[in-house]
């Protein structure tokens, strides 16, 4: 049922009474790799969700979870563009991941490779409020120091070179718990 082509999501519990969810998540993506799939888990281990990722899920969710969460996570998934799609919009901004481009209201934008990569992943989960550590593991990797600041440095050059077209960048700061790119 996963691989036909009229579903857009999978909620797929990595549990499962005759074979494994991972081995299911593995057929599904040689047949279909941009499908959105999120795992439940009743394990919270993280090698159990890093395992689970890197094996091609989208998300993790771990049980016992909140209904209205899994329901939001739903939504944000479907509202991200096609996987292979080379192009995002949202909050008046236009970005072309293959030419590497960027326009805010018709104006072009200069970005650095960070700058760019950040907001990518910003219109990724636009008006998902996105934490500094899933950030700075997005978009800088794990090497990276978890005390460091790097991310808030980045998201204000980013609001400024946003803000150049003449309004206000789109980004905002949630109070004690991250970023989000607001539409």
Not at 12 to 36: C, E, F, H, Q, Y
Not at 77 to 103: C, F, M, N, W
Not at 121 to 130: D, G, I, N, S
Not at 144 to 164: F, M
């Amino acid at each position: 049922m996963a691989l036909d082509d009229g579903v857009d999501l999978i909620v797929l519990d990595r549990m499962l009474p005759k074979r494994d969810g991972l081995d299911v998540l593995d057929s599904i993506r040689a047949t279909r790799p941009g499908l959105p799939v999120i795992m439940l888990t009743a394990s919270g281990e993280i090698e159990e969700r890093v395992a689970g990722l890197d094996r091609g899920t989208t998300d993790y969710l771990t049980k016992p979870f909140a209904f209205d969460e899994l329901a939001a996570r739903v939504r944000a998934h479907l509202r991200l563009p096609e996987a292979g799609s080379t192009k995002l919009e949202a909050a008046g901004i236009k970005l072309d991941l293959v030419a590497r481009e960027v326009e805010r209201d018709g104006v072009a934008i200069s970005l650095s490779v960070r700058e760019f990569d950040l907001l990518v992943y910003l219109m990724r989960h636009a008006r998902q409020v996105c934490s500094r550590e899933q950030i700075l593991g997005s978009v800088w990797g794990y090497e990276h120091d978890p005390a460091t600041n790097i991310v808030q440095v980045y998201v204000g050059y980013l609001r400024r070179r946003l803000a150049d077209s003449g309004s206000p960048a789109p980004i905002e700061t949630v109070r004690s718990a991250g970023y989000r790119l607001a539409i």
